[in-house]
């Protein structure tokens, strides 16, 4: 019983969520100072985030909330999913300007990495055609999306297209980001249910679970990390 409870002591520890974003020994000092090992880290993470948004996909019980979107613009304009989803992100791009935010290497490498592994995932990774099936690839995608965000933000080198619209709103309207969040994603949804995009049981999880998700890979990674 006493190794059981410490096992369970170590878990909770392992796995506590962490509030901030964790200090990385290579996170950068701006968000142009790409170095060799932070340039890895970053694809990787980029990488496993398309990844971990392509099993949403094919989970086939409802995508995030850009990917929502981004799948609806796909068929209406006959791109690829991929293709849609590297628009939106130049799109949120050009809305930056006016909110004087900044960009860095990592928000390129955001907009050109994750369309190209989300494409790649959704050719490769099989749809999932019962519900219980479609729930386990769901939070398996939910799980590696909190693992890859947590990868890419220790990295230091600029957020994403969609989180820096999100956190230029916030300074310009000192809005709580929770709620900047929930307006964007509630409209982003809602315009991507009327172009068609697939909303539904996957997209209410990962709304409940990807800042868990974050948060706990946040947390490990600064206990791995930890000096």
């Known amino acids: 019983m006493s190794s059981a409870n410490g096992l369970i002591r170590l878990i909770t520890h392992w796995f506590k969520p962490h509030h901030t974003i964790p200090r990385t020994p290579w996170r950068a ?3 142009w100072n790409v ?3 932070r340039f890895i880290i970053l694809i990787f993470g980029l990488a496993i985030f398309g990844f971990g948004e392509a099993l949403l996909v094919q989970s086939d019980i409802g995508n995030s909330p850009w990917v929502v979107f981004a799948e609806g613009l796909s068929l209406k304009t006959s791109l690829s999913l991929g293709w849609s989803t590297f628009i939106t992100s130049c799109a949120v791009l050009f809305l930056w300007i006016p909110l004087q935010e900044r960009i860095g290497f990592g928000t390129l490498a955001n907009a050109i990495v994750i369309p190209l592994t989300l494409q790649l995932g959704v050719d490769h990774f099989p749809l999932q055609e019962s519900m219980v ?8 995608g939910i799980a590696l999306v909190g693992i890859a965000t947590a990868l890419y933000i220790s990295c230091g080198l600029g957020p994403g297209p969609r989180d820096g619209l999100m956190t230029a709103l916030h300074h310009r ?5 929770g709620r900047v969040r929930l307006g964007i994603e509630a409209c982003v949804v809602l315009i991507g249910i009327l172009l068609g995009g697939n909303a539904g049981l996957g997209t209410i999880l990962f709304a409940l679970f990807v800042g868990q998700s974050v948060a706990i890979s946040c947390g490990v990674l600064a206990r791995l990390t930890a000096r």
């Not at 099936?133 to 398996?140: D, E």
């Not at 309207?173 to 980001?177: G, P, Q």
């Open 29 to 31: 000092h701006s968000r």
């Open 35 to 37: 170095a060799p090992i």
């Open 133 to 140: 099936n479609g729930v386990v690839v769901a939070f398996c």
């Open 173 to 177: 309207t000192k809005v709580r980001v």
